[in-house]
């Protein structure tokens, strides 16, 4: 649907407007909050709750295009985190984020706006792919973030996923930013030769931090003291979680990433990775959900 016809087809509903490099872009806003939607990617670019500032990072060195990831925001890997186990080749962090979505509906009240999104199909990756699924997305755009992320089997063969909201939180300075509610997980350390470890207490990010925690339980927390900010994450059918800030050497390698980025993002990710992957039966659904709540 060209953004005219979006145009059209939702007026008095949100606002359509071509976005970076021509890409669809929804904007809601109501008595409570505001937020971006990127079509390509469902990509949630920005989400301000009143009187608590942007929430989500940006980079402003992202590519808009087609086919490629947006850096920043609210990155949809589905229906792989990380790698591809099958394939070298394939996308990092799945397709749904380089895919362009359909916009489903839009519905408002006074302090909600509900976004249904909705990916029924890979077209040009179903090498990779090649499943019968349907994918909504709902985002609830209020007080509160709301994320549900639901993935249904449409085919007759059980569907194995991994899959995360892989999102990048803004913090106003890095060295002030405790993440609580790991204590006494595991989790996988990716960076260098990699190894296993148990979180004791909150985690700091003083280096490249890439962390992905299994047993999760309870409310993460991102502790800003420089805002001073709090954000709490609530994940539903989710017991992992990943922690990542690339910090300075691997800011620098990435072309869409700002040298000095690392210092006011870290990604807190809500997710089914790893050992948390899901195995969906034919006909059945999974539904990823996330709360996010500014204090
Ligand atoms: O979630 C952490 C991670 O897997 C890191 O290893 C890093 O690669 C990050 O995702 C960014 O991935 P991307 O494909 O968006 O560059």
Redesign the pocket.
Known sequence: MTIDELKSKFAGKCIVKEGPGGLPVIGVCNAAASAEICLMGAHLMSYVPNGRGEVLWMSSQSSFEVGK?I?GGI?VCWPW??KNPMFEDAP??GLARIMMWELVDVFSTEKQTIVKLALNAVPGYEQFWNYRFSLEYTITVGATLTLSLKTTNKDDRPMHITQ?L?TYFNVGDITKVQVEGLDGCSYLN?VGDGGTGVRQGNRIIDCEV?EVYQGVKRTLVVRDGSIPRTILVNNFNSNSA?V?N?WIAKSQR?ADFPDDGYKTMV?V?SGNVIDDARDIQPGESHELLAVITVK
């Open positions: 990831a850096r990155p985190f990380s990092m962090h995360a892989h990716k890439d990943v990542w690339p990435m990604c990710e």
